[in-house]
């Protein structure tokens, strides 16, 4: 088997988009979510705030690559492109058969589907329809624009679960690498902002309400007074690559794939379930070949919703107690869905190469319900070497992934 590293990092994120931008946020505890303009005017919605994405610029993409690309698809591509830089890549590999693309979303760009729609109800017909319409409505269109922005020749798969989506993403990845189909992977995933995202969360109760006119306090994962998840948008890239690649042409190596696990409740739609949450755990662990022990951070899923954050914290109580450091980063960017887990990812590989582990935004008073483990509250410096970072989604669907530091 392959061993698996990664080789570059890109981001868009209401924090920053920029590695040393998003770490500087984290360390300062910014929050990124705001009043959205609009929003108190749509009927019935109880929500107005969210983590919106600024200050990149898409002309970065060539005008041809953007006409097919809706805002996901946009700030996917960004960041990939930063990543790819990082990474040192040139455009040779990039663009040969050894090069693949697993990316994904929630669904397609949201702005988009609105006006399809939209203009399909009002004519009745298709005549206000665009050409380039379905590429930016499709549910791979994510990963079908960066893959032919890139040019790559290899396999390209296109998860689409929601919150789950980008871990299992790089999850596939690293075993597509590990098993010897590909020698590089471009993983992760975007989700653009939508009112109707946000609707989604509230009709079920589970998007935070109470605190719309303060909204850098909210949400408050873990905490006795939290209120639900705020929605976001966002974006991230990694870049895949088997070990012994990246190491022949001197490519800096920014930490290791270890292992990964994905598995469903088989239980309910919206209902977190910790037994669910153990398995996806314990099989990334089986997969890392280590024990809990070994793991030095845990970073949560953490929404903020009031069943989801006592389902995992349950779940992790059973694993380790309180030995192990928890902390969950959706306090400073609200929930960015399908591009959550890459996020999560670039953040806990921050976290190791800075050895520093960053506090869970806006965790005052921990609910008892979710005692019983680590909560860490204020940043602690020591050394990480491994971590643990899982999300769960809807329809029961859990990822886990084992990282590691390079030269452990």
Request: proline share 2%; net charge negative.
């Given at each position: 088997m392959k061993r698996v590293v990664i080789t570059g990092m890109g981001i868009i994120s209401p924090i920053g988009n920029s590695l040393k931008k998003v770490f500087e946020s984290l360390v300062n505890e910014v929050s990124g979510i705001k009043i959205i303009k609009g929003w108190d005017e749509i009927n019935g919605l109880n929500v107005n705030i969210a983590g919106s994405c600024d200050g990149f610029d898409e002309k970065r993409i060539d005008r041809k690559d953007r006409r097919t690309m809706g805002?996901?698809?946009?700030?996917?591509?960004?960041?990939?492109?930063?990543?790819?830089?990082?990474?040192?890549?040139?455009?040779?590999?990039?663009?040969?058969?050894?090069?693949?693309?697993v990316m994904g979303s929630t669904t397609g760009s949201g702005t988009n589907i609105e006006q399809v729609f939209s203009d399909f109800s009002k004519t009745k017909g298709i005549s206000l329809l665009e050409g380039t319409a379905f590429m930016k409505i499709m549910s791979h269109s994510v990963a079908a624009n960066v893959s032919a922005m890139l040019k790559t020749r290899g396999r390209?798969?296109?998860?689409?679960?929601a919150c789950a989506t980008s871990t299992q993403a790089i999850g596939e990845g690293f075993e597509i690498i590990k098993n010897g189909y590909q020698k590089v992977m471009v993983c992760g995933g975007a989700d653009d902002l939508h009112p109707s995202t946000a609707a989604v969360f509230d009709v079920l109760h589970a998007a935070s309400r109470n605190y719309c006119k303060n909204p850098s306090v909210t949400p408050k994962p873990f905490d006795l007074h939290r209120d639900g998840l705020v929605v976001s948008e966002g974006a991230g890239a990694v870049i895949l690559e088997e070990y012994e690649h990246a190491k022949n042409r001197n490519a800096t190596i920014l930490g290791e794939i270890k292992g990964y696990s994905t598995c469903c409740d088989g239980e309910h739609m919206t209902s977190p379930q910790s037994d669910g949450m153990i398995r996806s755990m314990k099989g990334a662990l089986e997969s890392a070949n280590c024990h809990i022990?070994?793991?030095?951070?845990?970073?949560?899923?953490?929404?903020?919703?009031?069943?989801?954050?006592?389902?995992?914290?349950i779940a992790i109580k059973s694993l380790c107690d309180d030995h192990i450091p928890v902390s969950g980063t959706k306090g400073y960017t609200g929930h960015t869905l399908a591009a959550s887990g890459v996020m999560e990812v670039i953040f806990s590989i921050l976290m190791m190469n800075h050895n520093t582990i960053i506090p869970t935004l806006n965790l005052e008073t921990i609910d008892p319900a979710c005692a019983g483990i680590f909560h860490v509250q204020k940043i602690i410096e020591k050394t990480v070497n491994r971590v643990m970072t899982s999300n769960f989604a809807f329809g029961g669907i859990n990822a886990t992934l084992i990282l590691q530091k390079n030269h452990v």
């Open positions: 805002s996901m698809a946009i700030m996917a591509s960004l960041a990939t492109l930063d990543a790819l830089n990082l990474s040192g890549l040139d455009e040779k590999i990039i663009q040969s058969s050894d090069t693949g693309v390209v798969l296109s998860p689409c679960c022990r070994d793991i030095d951070y845990i970073n949560a899923h953490a929404t903020g919703t009031l069943k989801g954050d006592i389902a995992e914290a």
